[in-house]
């Protein structure tokens, strides 16, 4: 009884808090409405305010606004600084959302159609019928797929994610998810994906345990050794058998930078996709003539629903479906910038209405020495604007910093999708600067809206008083 | 006794909220009701100017709001990661590949209620294992939508109070009633609304991972609200009958038939036992065509966020300082403000006869108050706004949300109160220094 009333407390006492919170939503929600319109108010007043400041009109003069930022240089200083890290926070997250794109962006070839069995939407959940190859694709799709000769551009790939097991220095076992990719004709795979190799690499003959490594993957076993990374002639252990590396992919960017290539027999034997009907294959990737004809080949594919269905897709959209992942942490950067931006903005309101009530005085003077109230306006615009500026240049100089730094993380699908851990660069381009830079403008022109409307309304002879 | 040390000495960011949280509020307490009148003066000065004091104390809100958020995913991934000392839980899997797919009869041998148990002395009872199947589809063929797609545990409902964590106190009665449904099943609430079903319903699932296993269901009841608000469990009878069936009908197995089993669950009292049971499992000759490995739950969480390691320590060492940081420099902008503009009052409040030790706990006082109050305003939100949605919706791996804890009324505080100390500090000890001759100077 005691157990039953409890849980209808807690029942009504959650119904409440969740009908509040609904409530603070939808006020929430109007908040943020007035927040976009006095965002779009301040960058179209902080616009005017520049351009007015650019032409030869009569103004505040600018020396005036940089003299008193020199005077208080010390609330300048620390407004500055939250500037900074706030910027400097989200041009990092940025770069590391940006080299995550860039990844999925660059492991998908145009004219590469992937075919998984029908219902997977990930490589490591496909399965495909035994003795997948063009000839049993429609008619019309293999007149489509580019041959060298005789020979198709196609290549049947088994994928696993291994569970690598590594000894610690202290006793026990420390595991690791290793992507692993079997390819029936390794160099036709590389020509196909686009992969090459470092200089000293060979690709590997099959005869014995060979494997190929990304790039990213090689530093990250590299780590393990002590070293920067492995190379021919190293030896790794991956499930239960050694294997010799026999080379090292060059950087492509890609999602491949992070898989361990080797013959697709040695990986179905390994890794039990070698059954007595056959051995089974995840993907078979085959490459069109025309890249422009790639989606239409892959929607022939897709609806041939004969005794062999398959699910197709064109690799560049199979990959850019890997980052949902992605998108999940831009929202999430986004947020934390807004979030922490908005932190930036009240500091900045703090500085600018304290600089206007010291110089109330000031103020009545400019009235009475004839500047009227929208070139007061727009000199205290552009005072909290040069603050803002001087973060965020600082900010993005800082958040730079960060570009070619190496990341690892994981790009997947989401809905049933099984994902790929990766070793990424992060990416500080153009765009992102220009996000930073984009944020500290917004941050400026909101934090100094309301205290220069503030200055603009002061009456000349009450401030003077 | 043992509470206070699990959830304070233990657990270093509630140590961090009672030290810089609760303590000086104890002490601004104390010292409020022995100098009443410092104190009002300090909640005038507040008033005095209202608006610096409400954009330091939503500039703090905002700013404590984050850090909570991000607190929380870090602390929640770290509490998975984190070995027990007792009642570990156990994962055993297939050894080199994931995802993980065994024969079901892996765990014959290490169902304590089968003849075949291989652990025998080792404590383990019926109510200490699980097996999980995971079985996926959608509800119309071939369309791959989030609204349409479900995931089940494929389970035995007898084990989901004894072995599931966070369903310890899960309706029994509806426990029974899965036990008696043969096609029954549980569903979260996200997940039923997505899909627009109620309870009592019945559905048909097509298959994505069991090719051509598509089933029939019925929803008998809904997950409490929280971490299981996306996922679903379904009978391990029905599934494997069904693959059965599908043996019986085509005269040759499933594809998958002999890959059923995903995940074997058990639960050992302590360390040694585990590490004794996991030697037996691993080295079990019954297990040698398809090696298994036993894996303590974290350990198991560990390898899949290992990934995220670099993010997670961008998040805890590099975030949240920088957001601190921040935080501590808006409060300390307002305060040496302030101060600023106040020189003339702090010296007469000295010739009045206030003490340099008075005046810096003025100023203090005002931070502090701003700022343990803010802590206080943010960690409320976020703990209920937040808990009421059944946590932070941030899907990433197998965690769907991150509910907020309660510690983080610990948190809110110690950051409001901390960054507030430690920006005001400077301010402060120069209005404590203020000199009267040289204020009273400048006046003249």
Redesign the interface.
Known sequence: VVGTFRESVRGVF?GG??I??KI?IFLLVGVLALVALMVVASLLACAAATLYALLPFPKVPFRYNVRNLQVRW??TV??A??FT??V??LV?MLA?VKGMYRLTQSSGQPGNIIVL?????DE??S?LPFGVDVLRLPKNVQDMVQKDGDKFWAVREVY????Q?MPLAGGGLK???VQMRGVDDVELAARIHGIELQEGGTWFSGKTYEVVLGDGVARTFGADMGKDSVGPGDTIRL??KEWCVAGVMKASGSTFGSEVWARDIHVQE???RKTQQGNSYSSFVVRVKDPEAAAKAAEFIQNERGQEPFAAMTETEYYSKLSQTNQ?FLV?ALI?AI??A???V??V???M??AI??RAKDIGVMRLLGYTRWQILSSFLLESLIIALIGGILGCALGSVTHGWS????VSS???G?GK??ALKLVVDAQVLLAGMGLTVIMGAVGGLAPSLSAMRLRPLESLR | MSFLIQNLILNPLNLFGVIFGVVPIIIGLIVAASHPRLFMLVVKNLGRNRLRTALTFLAIVFLVFMVIIILTVVTTLDSFTTEKARNLKLIVTERWQLPSQMPLTHADYLDPSNPKFLLKGFGITPNDFMTWSFYGGTLEPGKVTLENLIFFFVMDPKHIRTMMDDLETFDPVLVKKMQETRQGCLVGRERLEAMNKRVGERFKVFSINYKEIDLEFEIVGVFPEGRYNKSAIMNDSYFNEELDKYARQRGKKHPLDMKRLNLIWLRVKDRPTFEKVAGAVESASQFADLPVKCETASSGVATFIEPFKDLLWAMKMVMVPAILISMALVVANAISISVRERQKEMAVLKVLGYRPTQILGLVLGESLLVGALAGLLASAFTYYAFNSMGGIPFPMLFFQSFPIPGGAFLWGMGMGVGTALVGSLLPAWSARSVKVSEVFSKVA
């Open positions: 959650q808090v969740r509040a919170v603070i010390k609330t620390v407004t600084v939250a890290l706030v400097a926070l990092g590391f069995s029908d219902g997977a939407t490591a959940f399965s696993v994610v291994v569970n097991e595991r690791r998810f499930g239960p390994s890794f039990g999940q999430a934390v979030v922490m908005v932190g930036g009240l500091g309101m703090n500085t209405f304290a009530s010291q990341a690892t993380s994981i989401g809905a049933g099984g851990s990766v």
